[in-house]
């Protein structure tokens, strides 16, 4: 939507000596405004010392002027509202203006400043002020938080332009009680003015400037701009329609009285917002920077002149609330972005009838292996993308532009994935190593047994990353199992890879290292665990002086702690035990020196 009328009290920046009245150095002159702040033509000296050879002013120290002010303006304001309230004061960018906002009504105690700011301008910034800057650049140094007022209020502002070159500032109340109470956020009633407050509007407005009196017997109407008033021949009445800046002054003759009252019209430039093209980005890139739009809403008007902001709907951008943040975060999807051009002379003359679309694509999602294995006994693999989205294009390093490519050497193989959808191109590139893998083989399996703790190692027979497992237990990277039980095992040897895998089964022996013959059925027999599992076992036990005390084999497995029909004493025993291997051989067992305990 364009703004085509503004009807509000300010005063704009116009290089007249009518208009430069306006500046009041001193506080106790303080120029009264209601609804918007004036704009003004610059500043020079600072009159009077309104802080009375005071050294300081909350944020504001003395200057090289022997005083806190060095060029001031001042400003004084009642509010009519309650809530939240803020100012843009905007100005040449190599300037430095300083500002301190006072709640009070009296110039002789103005007391302590809720807001200010005297921070140099060495970032070259437009604005400072109270709340956000436009454009939403809410980190500025130059800008205090906003501030909550009560209806009724009154504050003194003062503007000093500490730099001592002016090229004139502007000022823009911002804040939410302008939008809750557009028409009387400011108290009107401090202007006492027939014609009323100054008026600011765009340069396609026509300002009625109403001076009806009651009785009245004839109304005369001049316009100074610049060179003095000049009367205004054909305009008679009590209304007169203003089209040009000027000090406007109307003569209006009673039966009783001679009645002038002058006001300031002023005009900022319309602003235009010229068609913002559509944007397709990829999400990846983090953020979008907004700013990269602003040459296209401007077209050919001056950046210093008018300022464009982005909002997320079309009331935001008309009521110039909710500016995005410059680096605006992107989100997968499609969203209307709103464009508003405002004058940065008076922020109530703009253009908020463009709006382009920001498409924001995926990078794609690729979750296929980066690490594949060719199995030496395949000779092939199959890599890259094997459930392809039909959006992505695939392009690899070989010039394959399939989603997957079967491969007969090891190697590295790069691809790269692009997501065209929502016409951005975002993409991916993976490098997906691939290695040559080798079956395992079992070498040797070292069975460490007949021990309290039984160990197991699985010795592979060829070189390669293998995972061991013991039953169905949990598959393993080391080759060594401990604390084995004893019993018949199953060993898996595997490639993670899934290049085969082969099992083997072992015997793993075991026996108590005591035992308790005292009839109450429980560990009343010594024996030796899995000998059932062997060929023609033999088991020969001795005492301490390596008399042979039992002999035990697979139809007696196990002693019950006699010999020939006596208990024998509690005391270490030890033993021995042979078997036939698979070639029919006799075989000893390895631990001759073996023995145990016998407790009563």
Request: include cysteine; charge should be negative.
């Amino acid at each position: 939507m364009k703004r085509r009328v503004l009807l509000v009290p300010i005063v704009l920046m116009l290089a007249t000596h009518a208009f430069m009245a306006q500046v009041a150095p001193d506080c106790a002159g303080a120029i009264p405004i209601c609804s918007n702040t004036p704009v003004n033509g610059g500043t020079q000296g600072f009159g009077t010392d309104d802080f009375y050879g005071e050294t300081s002013s909350g944020c504001l120290e003395q200057t090289l002027s022997g005083a806190i002010e060095s060029n001031s303006a001042w400003y004084h304001f009642r509010t009519g509202a309650s809530g939240q309230l803020g100012f843009n004061i905007a100005a040449d960018s190599s300037e430095d203006w300083d500002f301190a906002l006072y709640r009070s009504g009296d110039c002789g105690n103005l007391g302590t400043p809720v807001r200010c700011n005297f921070f140099d301008n060495s970032s070259q910034e437009v604005y400072t002020g109270v709340g956000e800057p436009p454009g939403g650049n809410g980190g500025s140094v130059l800008y205090d938080d906003w501030l909550q007022v009560s209806a009724g209020e009154d504050y003194y502002l003062l503007i000093n332009n500490f730099s001592n070159t002016n090229s004139g500032f502007s000022i823009q109340f911002t804040g939410q009680i302008f939008q809750t109470n557009p028409g009387d956020a400011l108290d009107c009633s401090i202007i006492s003015n027939l014609l009323g407050p100054p008026v600011s509007a765009c340069d396609t407005d026509i300002i009625t400037l109403d001076a009806t009196t009651p009785n009245a017997l004839a109304y005369n109407w001049y316009a100074d701009d610049g060179s003095g008033f000049q009367l205004l021949p054909g305009n008679s009445g009590p209304i007169l329609l203003a089209t040009q800046p000027a000090l406007y002054r109307v003569e209006v003759v009673t039966p009783s009285e001679t009645i002038y009252s002058d006001v300031q019209v002023g005009f900022s430039p319309a602003p235009t917002t010229y068609p913002v093209t559509d944007v397709s980005i990829c999400a990846q890139n983090g953020n979008f920077d907004l700013r990269t739009k602003d040459s296209e809403a401007l077209g050919s008007q001056d950046p210093g002149l008018y300022a464009v902001s982005y909002h997320h709907s079309a009331g935001d951008a008309q009521a110039g609330l909710n500016p995005l943040p410059v680096n605006y975060p992107l989100l997968p999807g499609s969203e209307t972005i709103f464009v508003r051009t405002v004058s940065v002379a008076n922020p109530y003359c703009y253009d908020s009838s463009r709006q382009f679309n920001l498409s924001v694509a995926e990078p794609p999602l690729l979750d296929f292996p980066v690490s594949v294995a060719i199995c030496e006994d395949s000779g092939a693999v199959t890599i890259g993308d094997t459930t392809p989205d039909p959006d992505y294009a695939y392009a690899w390093d070989n010039g394959a532009q399939t989603a997957a490519i079967t491969i007969t050497a090891s190697g590295t193989y790069t691809v790269e994935v692009t997501n065209s959808q929502g016409g951005a191109q975002c993409s991916e590139t993976l490098a997906i190593q691939v290695e040559l893998s080798v079956s395992p083989v079992i070498g040797n399996i070292i069975i460490t047994d007949l021990r309290e703790s039984n160990t197991v190692e699985v010795q592979a027979a060829v070189a390669g990353n293998f995972e061991y497992r013991l039953n169905n237990g949990p598959s393993q990277e080391s080759n060594m199992f401990t604390d084995v039980p004893a019993g018949l095992h199953t060993i898996t040897v595997s490639d993670p890879r899934g290049c085969g895998a082969v099992q083997e089964d072992i015997l793993v022996m075991g026996y108590p290292k005591f035992f308790t013959p005292n009839g109450d059925g429980s560990n009343d027999l010594w024996q030796i665990q899995g000998i059932e599992m062997l060929n023609n076992p033999q088991v020969f036990i001795y005492d301490r002086f390596g008399k042979l005390i039992s002999q035990l084999d697979s139809r007696n497995p196990g002693w019950d702690g006699t010999f020939k029909g006596l208990e024998m004493p509690s005391s270490d025993y030890w033993f021995r035990l042979t078997y036939t291997d698979s070639t029919g051989q006799d075989v000893e067992a390895r631990y001759l020196s073996s023995h145990f305990s016998l407790k009563r």
